[in-house]
Every structure is written in C-alpha cells, then in structure tokens.
C-alpha cells in the first residue's frame, strides 16, 4: 500500500468574512510538490483574500493553512517565510533607491541558501545589478520583485499578479522563465494572474473563484471549455 504524498501547500475551510460579506468561504486547496497551480476568478471572487490567508497577511480568519503537512496558521509572514513560503505582490516590492544587486544581498541575509548571484543571472538582472531601481524599466523592476521572493529558494512561491504592466512578449518571456525556473528548482507555484494567456499556458491546473467559494478546478483545457466557469469569467477569452 502507498502512502499519499503529503501536499506542499494546503488550505482547509479557509473562510474570511467582512461584517456580512464571506471574502472566502470554506475555500478548499491542495497544491502538490512542484505544481505551478493557476488562480482566476472576477474581481471580488477571493483571489488576493486568498493570497492574504496564506501569507499570513489577513487577520481574523478561519480554517487552517499547512505548509508540507505542518500547521502553519499561527505564523507571522516573516516565520512562514523562514519556513520555506515567500511571496511576490502585484505592485512592485522593490527600493527604489537601492541598486538591483544590494537589493538581493539584502534578501539574501536572511536566507538559509543564498543563491543571489544565479538569480541575478536566470532572471537576466546581472548586468544591472549596479542599477539604482528606480532607473530601471518597469518590466525589470517586476523581475526584480521575481528574483527577491526566489532568493533562498522557497519551497513554496506565492505570485500576486507578475505580469501586471507588462507587454505581451514581456509576459510570455516572464511566464517562460518562471516554468523553467520551477522545474528546475523544484519550486511549486501557486499564481494568480489575469493575463489568461500566461496563466492557462504555465499552469498545470487552474483553481477557479466566484464569489469567494472554488467554482471549479481542473487542466487548463478543462477548465477553459467548463460551460459554467465560461459563463461565470471567461466568456469569450474561453477561445
């Protein structure tokens, strides 16, 4: 008889309420080792809620969140970081008035692995690592921001919207190098994103939220021809 592997990340009954509005009600996940998993949904369907609760950036709360089957819930963002769980958010993290490189040294002094210098350079930023950030482009300010959550290579990366502002081939080229990255650091992935093309085409399988409960989950070809998840949000991007 096998035994079931343990889930990298899981989140059980997570439910947030605002007064009477449930932002996430009795939300369900279980995201396997190495999984780049996809989260969609409308505006107000529980996505950065969601991100929050896992984080450890929301308060009052229930449920439980477990990181590689341990109980997580009770940790500060800074402990579940130091557990292995980091995070980027959909407006840029990054000092503008430090350069790229004392940025990652920054990061990497906290880190158990600093491994700065080979993010620098799978992200392409180690030919401006003397660049003061706020000289740089806004697409390498975002993967910057990228290379920031990988330093120390987390076990669990939790992406808030990377491809935000960024042009269609900078998105692709982004979503590219995170797969490979991902793959190859053994890093799983949990990603909410807009951008349907990056999100359908790195994902392995897609979580999709409506009205802060999981509407349905699958592949992404499942889930792009769901006839209720193609009523609900995708309509016509279904194609």
């Known amino acids: 008889m096998t035994t079931a592997m343990v889930p990298a990340l899981e989140g059980v009954a997570l439910t947030r309420a605002y007064g009477g509005f449930r932002a996430l009600d009795g939300v369900a996940l279980s995201v ?3 999984e780049i998993r996809g989260i969609i949904g409308p505006n107000g369907a529980g996505k950065s809620t969601l991100m929050d609760v896992l984080s450890g950036r929301a308060a009052r709360w229930s449920g439980s969140v477990r990181l590689d089957g341990r109980d997580i819930g ?6 579940r970081r130091q557990a292995g769980l980091a ?14 490189g004392a940025q990652i040294r920054l990061a990497a002094r906290s ?24 000289d740089i482009s806004y697409g390498e ?7 920031l959550a990988l330093v120390g290579r ?31 650091w053994q890093v799983t992935v949990l990603l909410v994103e807009h ?12 979580t999709v939220l409506h009205l802060g409960k999981v509407l349905a989950e699958g592949e992404p070809a499942a889930i792009r021809s769901n006839p209720v998840v193609v009523s609900a949000y995708l309509g016509s991007t279904a194609q």
Request: charged fraction near 30%; charge should be negative; glycine fraction near 4%.
């Open 32 to 34: 396997e080792k190495g």
């Open 74 to 79: 009770a940790l500060s963002p800074r402990k």
């Open 87 to 100: 995070r980027s958010f959909q407006k840029t993290n990054v000092f503008t008035d430090l350069t790229v």
């Open 111 to 134: 880190a158990e692995i600093d491994n700065g210098a080979e993010v620098l350079e799978r992200l392409e930023l180690d030919t401006i690592r003397d660049s003061v950030a706020a």
């Open 141 to 147: 300010r975002r993967r910057l921001d990228l290379a």
């Open 154 to 184: 987390p076990r669990v990366l939790l992406l808030d919207e990377p491809a935000a502002g960024l042009t269609v081939q900078e998105s692709l080229a982004m979503a590219a190098q995170l797969r490979a990255l991902a793959r190859e």
């Open 195 to 206: 951008d349907m093309e990056v999100v359908f085409g790195i994902s392995d399988r897609i």
